[in-house]
């Protein structure tokens, strides 16, 4: 811990799988790009949690984020999932400011 660590936005998507405590969690990492974002119901199947990292620089993402999140929660197979939302960079808004978008 305690260390700055640089990342990029991905470009298709990662697997990786971790144990903790004997329990197997196998995470994917999938970009969203637009021409990705048709794929991404193949990945909800068997899908028991959804995290959403966006940047909140960048507030036409946030509102595609939004649309794409409604198509999400819509989609029958990830209706048992529990979903996370992360606002990454959040330098200059606030909550409010989200809010409103």
Same mark, same amino acid.
């Given at each position: 811990?305690?260390?700055?660590?640089?990342?990029?936005?991905?470009?298709?998507?990662?697997?990786?799988?971790?144990?903790?405590?004997?329990?197997?969690?196998?995470?994917?990492?999938?970009?969203?790009? *637009?021409?990705?974002?048709?794929?991404?119901?193949?990945? %909800?199947? @068997?899908?028991? $949690?959804?995290?959403?990292?966006? +940047?909140?620089?960048?507030?036409?993402?946030?509102?595609?984020?939004?649309?794409?999140?409604?198509?999400?929660?819509?989609? *029958?197979?990830?209706?048992?999932?529990?979903?996370?939302? %992360?606002? @990454?960079?959040? $330098?200059?808004?606030?909550?409010? +400011?989200?809010?409103?978008?």
């Amino acid at each position: 811990m305690n260390e700055v660590v640089h990342t990029s936005p991905t470009i298709g998507s990662n697997v990786e799988e971790i144990v903790v405590n004997n329990t197997r969690f196998l995470m994917w990492d999938i970009g969203g790009q *637009e021409s990705l974002r048709s794929s991404w119901n193949t990945y %909800y199947t @068997n899908t028991e $949690f959804v995290i959403v990292v966006v +940047d909140s620089t960048d507030r036409e993402r946030i509102s595609v984020t939004k649309e794409e999140l409604y198509k999400m929660l819509a989609h *029958e197979v990830s209706a048992p999932c529990g979903f996370n939302i %992360y606002l @990454n960079l959040c $330098f200059n808004l606030c909550f409010n +400011d989200l809010a409103d978008t």
